[in-house]
């Protein structure tokens, strides 16, 4: 009776939260943004927020206030919520992705037991697809620790650079996909090519699945909330997770997914679409991604919607819109729940908004209440290089700009270390 009413009073709370009105002044505890970075970026690009202090005051939409009114309370009830939300993002912004193709099959095309100087097993997977008499196939390409003796978790990278940064042969290594440092905590490490699922441009960007679900429609004649580049990547992974469910050296319960800036909006859309990855990591993704949209700081909605194949066109209508916004992205979050989530930003990166990435995360806080999880405070974000943890979710905010390092990685691992080891 005594947990029901304490746990009663602490949904309330977080139902509370979600309809606060923010101004938004800066916070003495944790990380601050650099004078001198505010400084450069005001110089750069004077027509955006730079300062705290400038952000507009805004309204969250309530995370647990469902479609008719009715206040969700426990974590059975949440299903039916999260579906309304899911809904709200695939008609406004990311668009509607397909399930599996009529026909989907896997060709591991090379298989190494020597890699890595004995340390590894590289697999590299053709996953082919055949759909309405049309055909599309990418590669994955995927390192398992041989010391493991148990099936292994896996980090499967969306990657949006050059495809060198994932090189299959090691000759050309990155700390943007740290193979060799994940085989040695333990762990196996997959990463797909998001131009082999959509170009990463607005001429070209339907000559990939989304082509092969569509065939030969064009731009003009597709329907507002259809899917976009970013939910194709995303569908990507998907399939490459069908592949993990076969491979008896993988641990399908325990995959990872994991993108940098507009993988990392990626990565989160793929998370909310497919309840089957257990961890869904979002690196500096900025607007679109983590970051709260009403903050308006630094990328915009406008800012992002320049890039036409991202998402659906709905969401143009949200361009120096943002209070109309039926949604925020810490809703987005909460459709992870309970499963784990991690945020992470870059000192540097005002351009995708550190603080609006932290609040995402902590207003997600009403979901994983449901089952118990302590909240992450609007007020409690970290200091620099200074992990913050609860539960199944992390945050944290590195020194350095833009990129996709080995200390994001470690933290991520570190993270996972205590989830599963």
């Known amino acids: 009776m005594i947990h029901d009413i304490k746990r009663s009073s602490t949904i309330l709370l977080m139902v509370f939260m979600c309809f606060i009105t923010y101004s938004c002044s800066p916070d003495m505890d944790g990380w601050q943004a650099n004078p001198e970075v505010v400084s450069e970026r005001e110089q750069q690009r004077s027509e955006y927020i730079w300062q705290e202090s400038d952000v507009p005051s805004y309204e969250l939409p309530a995370l647990l206030e469902a479609s008719d009114g009715s206040i969700v309370r426990t974590k059975e009830e949440w299903p039916q919520r999260r579906k309304e939300i899911l809904e709200l993002f695939r008609n406004q912004m990311y668009g509607r992705r397909p399930g599996a ?35 599309h196939q990418f590669e994955i390409s995927l390192f398992l620790p041989n010391a493991a003796s148990e099936p292994v978790p896996v980090f499967t990278l969306i990657n949006n650079r050059d495809p060198e940064n994932i090189d299959p042969t090691r000759e050309h290594k990155s700390d943007f996909w740290p193979a060799e440092q994940v085989i040695e905590r333990g762990y196996g490490i997959a990463a797909l090519q998001n131009s082999d699922l959509a170009p990463d441009n607005e001429e070209e960007y339907l000559e990939g699945v989304i082509r092969l679900f569509e065939g030969d429609v064009t731009s003009d004649e ?10 194709a990547w995303g569908w990507g992974a998907s399939r490459a997770m069908d592949y993990f469910e076969t491979d008896s050296r993988v641990d399908a319960s325990k995959v990872a997914i994991l993108g940098h800036s507009r993988g990392g909006k990626a990565s989160l859309w793929a998370g909310a679409e497919d309840e089957r990855f257990a961890v869904v990591i979002s690196n500096d993704s900025g607007s679109g991604g983590a970051a709260l949209s009403r903050r308006q700081f630094g990328e915009t909605v406008e800012a992002v919607n320049r890039f036409t194949h991202w998402f659906a066109s709905n969401f143009n209508e949200f361009s120096n819109n943002e209070q109309a916004l039926p949604f925020d992205q810490h809703m987005l979050i909460s459709l992870i729940a309970p499963r784990a989530v991690y945020v992470a930003s870059a000192d540097e990166d005002l351009w995708a908004d550190p603080k609006g990435e932290f609040l995402s995360l902590s207003h997600a806080s009403p979901a994983y209440a449901l089952w118990d999880y302590p909240s992450i405070n609007p007020d409690e974000m970290p200091s620099l290089n200074s992990p913050l943890t609860r539960g199944p979710r992390g945050y944290h905010v590195r020194e350095g700009g833009h990129n996709l390092t080995t200390v994001d990685w470690n933290f991520y691992m570190d993270f996972t270390d205590e989830l599963w080891q």
């Open 101 to 135: 193709p009529e026909q989907l099959s896997f060709e591991v095309i090379e298989e190494d037991p020597s890699a890595m100087d004995g340390a590894a097993t590289l697999k590299r997977i053709v996953i082919q697809s055949a759909h309405q008499g049309r055909t």
């Open 222 to 231: 597709r329907a507002p909330d259809s899917w976009e580049a970013l939910a």
